[in-house]
């Protein structure tokens, strides 16, 4: 459905995009995973021809980007970062403009913008202004836009950023249903619960590279996840840091953490706290952290997901 072809964008002085390369299939739900700046949006923004990239293709249903940009408009629905509203008209006029740009005929348009509306619980509030709306309200009138003209591919941007739970988890709902019915979805967020929750594949993004893709379980053993004692001190010199890395291979430092990465937590937690302990390093806190998106890209990459 989707090919994406050693993409590379650069800002001025800043390579966004290092050579990205993955495709999708039909009816897939496919989410591109990773902090902010990682180069997730300008991904998409190619993707859905805001962007031109400086190298690379992308083919989209059998289409060239660059040769058939109206052919792929036509089949793709996209909801930006940003909210892209009027905040003086109503949600009804909003979505009239929008399903306008795709010459609907204006008895289908104002049906299916009274189902969308419907989809979204906002069918009661569709005469007032966008103006008087709540953050998650705007953000499902945002996705409604991009609905109208029966996409077969939608692109999410971040669409859950500073919401509420109640429009998160509606959107969440709505996406899914839309999954489950067949719409091709592509999907960036660096909320791993979100990418876990609803994406069949994953392509983890950070500085501008794809490092690792596939299925959280393809994710999971490609890397030979383990899961991880985190344990905070309240100081940790690089001396004792040493100590304790000499004699415990498998870890990682950040900041006043050390992560030690275990095949066997229950046997190892009490072996790390002794060696600690020994060692003179004061703890302050331990945690054990499940084998999740989360871990799988610290292990990758040695930086929190929210950094």
């Known amino acids: ?137 705007k953000r499902r009138i945002n996705i409604a836009s991009a609905l109208l003209h029966k996409p077969k591919i939608l692109f999410l941007d971040e669409p859950t950023v500073g919401i509420d739970p109640q429009s998160r988890n509606l959107i969440f709902e709505v996406i899914e249903k839309l999954h489950q019915e067949g719409m091709t979805i592509v999907y960036s967020t660096h909320y791993m619960e979100e990418a876990e929750r609803l994406c069949d594949r994953i392509g983890i993004i950070d500085d501008g590279r794809i490092i690792a893709q596939g299925t959280f379980d393809e994710l999971k053993s490609s890397n030979n996840m383990k899961e991880t004692i985190v344990i905070s001190f309240v100081d940790l010199t690089n001396e004792l840091f040493d100590k304790i890395a000499s004699a415990w291979k498998d870890l990682k430092r950040i900041e006043n953490s050390i992560h030690f990465y275990s095949s066997h937590v229950k046997n190892d937690l009490s072996k790390v706290i002794l060696k600690c302990s020994e060692i003179g390093l004061d703890i302050l806190q331990i945690n054990i952290q499940k084998i999740n998106l989360e871990t799988i890209f610290l292990s990758l990459t040695g930086k929190q997901l929210r950094d």
Do not use: H
Request: hydrophobic share 35%; proline share 4%; net charge positive.
């Open 1 to 137: 459905m989707i090919s994406v072809s050693n993409l590379s964008k650069r800002y001025n002085t800043v390579q966004a995009l290092k050579g990205i390369s993955f495709d999708i299939k039909q009816g897939e739900f496919f989410g591109l995973l990773g902090p902010n700046g990682a180069g997730k949006t300008t991904t998409i923004s190619i993707m859905n021809t805001i962007l031109k990239p400086d190298e690379g293709s992308v083919e989209i249903a059998g289409y060239d980007l660059k040769r058939n940009p109206i052919e792929c408009k036509k089949i793709i629905g996209v909801v930006p970062q940003e909210i892209a509203l009027y905040n003086e008209l109503s949600a009804y006029k909003n979505l009239i403009f929008w399903g306008g740009l795709y010459k609907i005929p204006s008895s289908e348009l104002k049906l299916r913008i009274n189902e969308t509306l419907k989809l979204f619980g906002l069918l009661d509030r569709k005469n007032d202004k966008v103006k008087t709306y709540s953050g998650g309200m």
